[in-house]
Structures are given as C-alpha cells and as structure tokens.
C-alpha cells in the first residue's frame, strides 16, 4: 500500500510539472521574493515579470500566452539560472532544482502569462557564507523594474527586507 500511495505522488506531482497551468491563486506577489537560509541551505520564490525575457512575444502582441511560455521554458530557465543568483567574494552560487509557475495579471483575467514565478534553493558551503543576492532580469517597463525581497533566517532571528533594481540590482544579505 505504501508502495502505490509513493506511486501516485509521483505521477501527480510528474503531471503538475509537465503541463503547467495558470495557477488561480499566486504563490508570490508580482515583483517580490523571499530568501529563506535555513542550514547550508536558502531557498527562492521570485516573482519575474515575464517581460524581463526577451524573445519569447513570438508572435509581438504584446502578451505571452502558454503556448508561447511552453515553446521558451527551457531558455527562461537559463536566462534564470544565469541571472538571480547568490555570490560571495569568489563564487558565483545557482539555483538547483528550478521550478517555473507561469501566472496570469494579477489585475486582469486572462489566459495571458504576467508574471513567472520562480522556486529553488542554492546549496552555500557553510550556514556562515556571507552573500549578495543578484537580479539582472528587468523589465523595460518603469513600474516593474523595482523587486522587493525579504530574506529570513530563523535560526539566528535574522530578516532583511531589501530592493534591487536595473541601478541597483543586487543586495548583501543581512548587511553582511
């Protein structure tokens, strides 16, 4: 029994990441993140307007549907993992275990993608490693260039609340 209950996870959770839906409910506000550091260990959820990624309005209406989304996932996923990331002073750390959620406008119904928003986590090599946090994914848009991010460390009590921006596009995390 236990055996068929696992099977199942699996097979739901395998159908959820292959055929992405507009979710009804946001898992993030547009234009805000949170960095939870827990051990060795933070892990994103990013909200990325999907006009910060050039190229994918195949058809340069204006709007990005999940067609258009599906044809591009794989290089948004690069252009994710070469452009949010953490560093210190010699080492460029990337996200693991990226998940992309497509998500309609907050403010209109349609079956237009707005925003994407992104999970994972970084592997750091100590829970002591100071960070910066990096975006270089902006929109050319003047009201969604702005992201607001919260970090937390539970373990030490730590929050930083921070924003990045095309002149500002990263932050040391907890004014290291």
Known sequence: MPYIKSHLLSMTTLGLLIMPNLANAHLMVA??????????????????????????????????????????????????????????HQYKFTIDGLLLNPEGSHKHKSNNIDQVTITGRYSLPSKLTKVNFNVK???????????????????????HQFELSPTSPFSKVFNN
């Open 31 to 88: 234009e805000h993140g949170t960095l939870n550091f827990v051990d060795n260990n933070v892990f994103i959820v990013l909200s990325i307007p999907m006009s910060a990624f050039k190229g994918v309005d195949e058809n340069k209406d204006g709007k990005i549907s999940i067609v258009e989304f599906n044809a591009h996932k794989k290089q948004i996923s690069k252009r994710v993992t070469k452009n949010v990331y953490l560093a210190d």
């Open 137 to 159: 994914l902006f929109s050319n848009n003047e009201h969604k260039q702005h992201y607001q991010i919260t970090a937390t460390n539970k373990t030490q009590k730590l929050t």
